[in-house]
């Protein structure tokens, strides 16, 4: 079912040239950290159009692409640095504003969105984002790429690619809500402009490490032509992974909630954040039986837009990756044996010990690193089965893209095998407020076994 014929394959660049031609711009340290050997995919979905006496009805797919395309025009005039390509200078990646531009495909799916009941168990996903996942040429590689898909439904697919060396989902959200600004009629002139000013992230002279880091390592890199196949065997020999989405209502998130709060180890006002948070990797942790002697690692971040969480403050419209991943560990048996009420404490602790010159001293760490030629991982392991790796997009505003299309109907973070083995992603649903879908992965018998946990399910329900 569904095969995807692609129509057309165009580049845009921005409307007007970049001045300086070819200015670079230099990424941080926390953009560094984070690989250029995957893409990121995600898809959009919007909704067939209205009674066949809409005028919008019978437009012609190519119609639709040509206007999306001028309006993207006109915001990679803000955002030229998405239209450069990478290039390297000594140890560090950096950015060559050339105006090469973006990908823009346009295809038609043999398929309607009723096909599938839910649009989450939409079977051609993979077809609706252009290219590859691996990077193998990073040199080359444009930093993002779209495809518009038109279902025989008349509903709309736009899938976007991204390299996180340039965007996190903070960035990423901007980009898009100056995209739908633009394509609406407003002038780029009246718009926020981006600020893309890694100096703002930078390391000190000479680097300070007044605390110790914990929450990065470092090791050899491999060479820019390994890279892509080095990462495609590693994933290769990795344990394959099922992947499956749960929704958790605003009673649920609710409920959990007070189930910590009341809990033995509970505390006043804990977040939705640390519930959900505490709540996944207990399960998880449960769910794989873990020898308690095993330490487990849990990656969450945390924004630097944050207030209080740096001096001067990372302004909103920061275009790059501002924020800290702390991997915080603790042994299976602590986890397994304590009430969740205790693994949300451990958040708690930790969110609120985290200071700026952590982040700095790691900043300052990972800048040494890099000048030594070494690549900056996460001090966690995310393939052996013991890591849990979880971001969240709970608050960032899915939903409000709007591109002439109506509001999507619904939004999917593509899984990609190099996520690895134990993976928790927060989503927004449509409904909005405190609802939301937890996107996971793990390897077959350890998702049978985490559909099954009590906790989960008390607290989730399968959507598929």
């Not at 394959?240 to 709060?261: A, Y």
Request: net charge neutral; charged share 20%; aromatic share 10%.
């Amino acid at each position: 079912m569904g095969v995807v014929s692609m129509l057309l394959v165009s580049t845009v660049t921005p409307a007007t040239p970049t001045l300086p031609m070819n200015r670079i711009h230099k990424l941080s340290n926390l953009d560094l950290h984070v690989s250029f050997d995957y893409y990121t995919k995600q898809v959009y979905y919007f909704p067939p159009p209205a009674p066949i006496d809409d005028p919008q009805h019978e437009k012609p797919i190519e119609e639709i692409a040509s206007s999306l395309k001028a309006s993207l025009s006109q915001t990679l005039v803000l955002f030229n640095v998405f239209a450069g390509r990478v290039r390297e200078n000594g140890p560090r990646l950096e950015i060559e504003c050339n105006d090469r531009g973006v990908p823009f495909l346009v295809a038609t799916a043999d398929a309607s969105f009723s096909d599938w009941g839910d649009l989450a168990r939409c079977s051609i996903e993979h077809e609706l984002n252009p290219g590859e996942t691996y990077i193998t040429n990073p040199v080359d590689s444009p930093l993002l790429k779209f495809q518009l898909t038109r279902f025989n439904c008349g509903g709309i697919a736009l899938g976007v690619v991204t390299a996180e060396l340039i965007v996190d989902g903070s960035s990423y959200f901007e980009f898009m809500r100056c995209w739908s600004q633009i394509h609406k009629g407003s002038s780029p002139r009246d718009l926020t402009p981006p600020v893309f000013d890694s100096s703002l992230l930078k390391a000190r002279e000479p680097p300070q490490i007044t605390i110790p880091v914990r929450d990065y390592t470092s090791s050899p890199k491999p060479s820019t032509d390994a890279m892509g196949k080095s990462s495609q065997e590693h994933n290769a020999s990795a344990k394959p992974t099922l992947v499956k989405l749960f929704e958790m209502d605003p009673q649920q998130v609710d409920s959990l909630v007070r189930e910590i709060q009341s809990g033995p180890f509970g505390f006043d006002t804990p977040s939705s954040f640390e519930a959900t948070c505490a709540m996944i990797w207990k399960a998880m942790t449960e769910a794989r039986g873990l020898p308690d002697s095993t330490l487990t690692t849990y990656v969450y971040a945390i924004s630097l837009k944050a207030k209080n969480r740096w001096n001067p403050p990372i302004p909103a419209a920061y275009i790059g990756n501002s924020a800290h991943s702390p991997c915080l560990s603790a042994s299976a048996g602590e986890i397994k044996s304590n009430h969740v009420s205790y693994v949300a404490r451990l958040f708690r602790q930790d969110i609120r010990t985290t200071t700026p010159e952590h982040i700095q001293s790691a900043i300052d760490w990972m800048e040494l690193e890099i000048i030594r030629g070494r690549k900056i991982n996460f001090n966690c392991d995310f393939v052996g089965g013991t890591g849990v790796y979880s971001t969240s997009l709970h608050t960032f505003p899915v939903y409000g893209v709007d591109l002439g299309m109506g509001r999507p109907v619904h939004y999917s973070l593509v899984m990609q095998p190099w996520y690895g083995n134990g993976v928790a992603i927060v989503l927004p649903t449509p409904k909005g407020g405190r609802s939301r879908r937890l996107l996971v992965s793990l390897p077959r018998e350890e998702m049978r076994k985490l559909c099954e946990h009590e906790l989960f399910q008390k607290f989730t329900t399968a959507v598929l």
